[in-house]
């Protein structure tokens, strides 16, 4: 079942998705060459915990971080360890979750670390195109298959691999609630009705649709070792139409 969002919880979730966009706005700022992705993790956990919410990816079947940091080929899920550095040229996808009394914000963003070459601008591009078009379609009383037609449309538009295997997702007390959102059409009737909340997230790749999970049983990584590029934000259908919560609060 999909549940609907109250007024209150709706007004939880944007500030959840607020402290999200907080975490955000830092990673822009302090991604350079030579950070690890452990001192990302800790100034994120820093700000969740600052805003008194609670990292939600933390221990989710037994994640160790609170950010999940993927760099280049690898699509998500990346573990965040000190003896991994970001350098020159490197795309790194930060993905993050927040839970404020008991709601949830879920939003991820690829980064540039100084100079990317222009297939990565390219793909960076067109991943948050893909993100922003679906978001356009997350209105009452259109389908699932709009938002993920119009993912589909931007990936294919440029010829980009479309990840298969993860996608969108239903978000509020949990952060994994129905529906599955695909990020291809799959002829998913379901009608989007007010205050359904979704966590709308492409992952494009620069190559094939394929990927591989690694022997830490977490990181997904595109099959055949080319970029990738992740972007996500959590969503409600409201009568005045598609309401961002991620972002930073007016
Ligand atoms: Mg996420
Ligand atoms: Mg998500």
């Not at 100084?114 to 591009?125: A, H, N, Q, S, T």
């Not at 298959?145 to 298969?164: C, L, P, Y």
Request: charge should be negative; hydrophobic fraction near 40%.
């Amino acid at each position: 079942m999909i549940n609907r969002k109250s007024r209150e919880e709706i007004k939880l979730m944007r500030h959840a998705g607020h402290i999200v966009a907080l975490v955000h706005q830092k990673m822009k700022e302090v991604i350079e060459p030579g950070i690890s992705t452990k001192e990302l993790d800790d100034i994120a956990h820093k700000i969740i915990k600052e805003n008194r919410a609670i990292p939600t990816f933390l221990g989710y079947n037994g994640f160790p971080g609170c950010i999940c940091a993927s760099i280049n080929e690898q699509v998500v899920h990346g573990i965040p360890h000190e003896n991994v550095k970001v350098k020159e040229g490197d795309i790194i996808a930060i993905d993050v979750g927040a839970t404020y009394r008991g709601l949830v914000g879920d939003s991820a963003w690829s980064y540039a670390v100084g100079e990317i070459d222009e297939d990565k601008k390219r793909l960076m591009k067109a991943t948050e195109e893909s993100l922003y078009a679906g978001i356009e379609q997350m209105r009452i009383g259109n389908t699932l298959d709009d938002i993920s037609g119009a993912v589909e449309d931007v990936a294919n538009k440029g010829g980009f691999g479309i990840v298969r295997q993860y996608g969108g997702h239903g978000v509020g007390h949990n952060m994994h609630e129905e529906p599955f959102l695909f990020n291809y059409r799959v002829g998913d009737r379901t009608v989007i009705k007010q205050g359904y909340a979704i966590a709308i997230e492409p992952m494009l790749n620069l190559g094939c649709d394929e990927v591989v999970v690694a022997d830490d049983e977490w990181t997904v990584s595109t099959a055949d070792g080319k970029a990738s590029a992740h972007f996500e934000h959590t969503v409600i259908a409201t009568e005045d139409g598609p309401l961002i919560t991620t972002k930073i609060m007016e």
